[in-house]
């Protein structure tokens, strides 16, 4: 099985609510990014990213907010600029989701200042994204002028 369908397994199950099965693709995703040495692709980061929603979903906010960083990071790197983000929408998507759990995670920790920038940032990637759900661009237009 390979990283990206490990990873939507892991985020099916997470949805399902099977967090033993999630944690165990999520893991099986890792060994295989580990073992072949592709540390910082859109594959990592998709990884990365389901483990920080999951991670956040079951309360483990601080492990959440340290792997939405790494993807946000790793996102950044691999789209450094407007034009890269909007040749690779997979990788402006993994980044919009980073921003979105980052700001999320700082709301509920009274980190106010710090939703506020990841919102904003958000907003501009999902005002660039066509087809992209009302209820995500309102969250963040709300967020940002918080």
């Known amino acids: 099985m390979r990283v990206t369908e490990l990873a939507q397994d892991a ?9 033993a099965a ?6 099986q995703a890792f060994d295989i990014i580990e073992r072949e040495g592709a540390p910082n692709d859109v ?20 492990a959440g907010g340290s792997l939405y960083r790494r993807a946000r990071d790793m996102c950044n790197g691999l789209a450094p600029s407007k034009s890269a983000l909007r040749a690779h929408p997979d990788v402006s998507a993994l980044l919009t989701r980073s921003l979105l759990g980052l700001a999320r995670i700082d ?7 710090r939703a506020r920038e990841s919102y904003a ?7 660039a994204m066509p087809g992209c759900p009302d209820e995500l661009v309102e969250e963040a237009r709300q967020g940002a002028m918080a």
């Open 11 to 19: 985020q099916n199950q997470g949805f399902a609510g099977d967090f």
């Open 121 to 127: 940032a958000a907003l501009l990637l999902l005002e």
């Open 22 to 27: 999630a944690q165990r693709a999520l893991s």
């Open 107 to 113: 709301v509920e920790a009274g980190r106010a200042d």
């Open 43 to 62: 594959c990592h980061a998709s990884v990365l990213v389901v483990a920080a929603d999951f991670s956040s979903a079951i309360g483990e906010t601080e």
